[in-house]
């Protein structure tokens, strides 16, 4: 498996002080369960370091982006956080709106997967 | 066009008070409305008025103080609308209008057979309503840190880009502000959201090329928060600019039936700096109940 990136992240809030960025091959073969798992730790992390809170502290399942505190401003830095990190597009407007950060990692997982999956679970740019 | 109202001190208005009268939509007439949560949600937020769907997404939040605001500008904005329309504020009912883009019912927020247009915008300790006869979009955000204005500025029309990369370091932040708040009271107020670009329409320095059709409004509030709206048509007459006073969030704030005049002493108006066609009046004052 190919070593991960790292990003630097100078918030002191951030746990690590560093965003780890999976890398983009070992998403692409891994299962799908374990690339949610990898997503989900590396979304923890973004979330993490926007909201300036501990990653493991980010409640990934049971509230929408917008009770987490992403405001639009906040999650335009994500989508392009996210979005240079990962090579991916995303929505804003979809972003904002999700129902958790597990439907974002969701779509990421579905983008970065085998290409016959991404190609049944891509997420346009702008919808509008 | 764009206009910045001068900076001074908001009237604070108790709006259960001597206002009664204050409460009228006209064309040519802008109500906003700044709000800011009690510090403490037991000792001065009536939530009773809120409906189960907003009291569960108050309680919702990560951040209790972002959940008390959610529930200030909530209880703000069925108190006022209730005064706007004469309808209990338990009983405003919301519902959307269509989209503009696909006509689905997610487009802007509306009060159900209501004829008056309103927007609400909430950010790190500070809400935002606007009421008037026309459409409108208002926005209100903590300004970003630098690392945020870096990151996001290339979501920006190319124009706007080039405006922050010339700005100085302790320019950029605030210019930032305003160009985003203008840009998403606009979205807003035509009713797509961000599902339209942040790219597409140019709000930057240069006011003369923002959107035709529509007039863009920079609202000071404070030192750390950008504030703005866009309304549809020309320069409003007038524009209202009042801090709700944060006793009216409490109990019986939103539902005293025989407004007296317990007149306070008065702010020094401040007149919005508006340039256009027509001469708009100064800033409405108002009296704490």
């Known amino acids: 498996m190919t070593a991960n990136r790292t990003v630097r ?7 690590a002080g560093q965003v780890t960025v999976p890398d983009r091959a070992a998403l692409a073969t891994a299962g799908r369960a374990e690339r949610t798992r990898m997503l989900d730790g590396y979304v923890r992390q973004e979330l993490g370091w926007v909201l300036g809170i501990a990653p493991h502290l980010v409640d990934t399942t049971g509230r929408p982006m917008s009770s987490l505190g992403i405001g639009s401003i906040a999650g335009l830095e994500l989508q392009h956080r996210m979005e240079a990190a990962l090579h991916v597009e995303l929505n804003l407007q979809m972003l904002l709106l999700a129902n958790s950060a597990a439907e974002l ?7 970065l997967g085998p290409r016959e999956e991404a190609a049944h679970r891509h997420v346009p740019a702008d919808s509008a | 066009m764009t206009s910045t109202i001068a900076q001074g001190t908001h009237p604070v208005a108790d709006p259960s008070g001597s206002l009664a009268g204050e ?12 709000v800011r949560p009690p510090e403490e949600r037991a000792a001065g937020l009536d939530c009773s008025e809120l409906d189960e769907g907003e009291r569960r997404r108050a309680a919702s939040f990560i951040r209790p103080a972002d959940g008390l605001l959610y529930a200030a500008a909530h209880v703000a904005l069925r108190r006022l609308l209730g005064r706007y ?14 989209c503009p883009g696909c006509g689905g019912a997610h487009g802007r927020p ?10 609400l915008s909430h950010s790190s300790g500070v809400a935002l309503v606007g009421v008037a006869a026309v459409p409108l979009g208002v926005d209100v955000e903590r300004l970003p840190r630098p690392e945020a204005v870096e990151v996001c500025t290339p979501a920006l029309h190319p124009d706007e880009q080039a405006e922050l990369a010339a700005a100085g370091d ?3 932040g605030p210019l930032f502000g305003r160009i985003w708040t203008r840009k998403e009271a606009f979205l807003k107020g035509i009713g797509t959201g961000l599902s339209r670009s942040p790219a597409e329409d140019y709000l930057g320095v240069d006011t003369t090329r923002h959107p035709s059709g529509w007039t863009v409004v920079d609202v000071p509030c404070d030192d750390t928060h950008a504030a703005a709206v866009a309304v549809r048509g020309a320069a409003p007459l007038s524009v209202n600019v009042r801090r709700l006073a944060q006793e009216w969030l409490g109990a019986g704030g939103g539902t005293c039936a025989d407004p007296t005049d317990q007149g306070a002493a008065d702010p020094p108006p401040t007149t919005p700096d508006i340039p256009g066609e027509r001469s708009p009046e100064p800033f409405t004052t ?4």
């Open chain 2, 170 to 172: 302790a320019q950029r």
């Open chain 2, 286 to 289: 108002a009296l704490a109940c």
């Open chain 2, 23 to 34: 409460y009228t939509v006209a064309l040519g007439r802008l109500d906003l409305w700044l």
């Open chain 1, 105 to 111: 990692v969701d779509c990421l997982a579905g983008q």
């Open chain 1, 9 to 15: 992240a100078a918030r002191p809030c951030t746990a």
């Open chain 2, 110 to 119: 509306a009060v159900a057979a209501a004829p008056l247009h309103f927007s």
């Open chain 2, 85 to 98: 329309t004469g309808i209990a504020p338990q009983d405003v009912r919301f519902v959307r209008e269509p």
